[in-house]
């Protein structure tokens, strides 16, 4: 049975950092891409990064693009994302998710792409 945990969730003040932590268990399959999604109250699942099993590759949103870089460690089954310059408006309650794999080079924006969840850590930034 796969399973997926996150940490690292907090409250911080406005230009503060964070690192959420996401590692995944039970994997029978490879290839698999791995994603950071975030929701608020009354609003969709967003995506924030994703990254795939191999490759250069990372997708950002906009809104976080060059203050919240995704890595991955492999042998672990680990990802990371490391939350620079905190702004009030990334309050949310973010969760991590794995799809099935079978692409290497491939991770999906969608939250429909995504198989397993974690059930999501809280991010609080007061301004």
């Known amino acids: 049975q796969v399973q997926v945990a996150e940490s690292g969730g907090s409250t911080v003040e406005a230009g503060g950092s964070l690192r959420l932590s996401c590692t995944v268990s039970g994997v029978t399959f490879d290839d698999y891409a791995m994603a950071w999604f975030r929701q608020v109250p009354g609003k969709r699942r967003e995506v924030v990064a994703c990254i795939p099993y191999r490759g250069t590759h990372r997708y950002y949103d906009d809104s976080v693009e060059g203050r919240f870089p995704i890595s991955r460690e492999r042998a672990t089954n680990t990802i990371y994302l490391q939350m620079n310059n905190l702004k009030p408006e990334d309050t949310a309650t973010y969760y991590c998710?794995?799809?099935?794999?079978?692409?290497?080079?491939?991770?999906?924006?969608?939250?429909?792409?995504?198989?397993?969840w974690g059930q999501g850590t809280q991010v609080t930034v007061s301004s």
């Open positions: 998710a794995t799809d099935r794999g079978g692409h290497d080079l491939y991770c999906g924006q969608l939250d429909t792409e995504y198989d397993y």
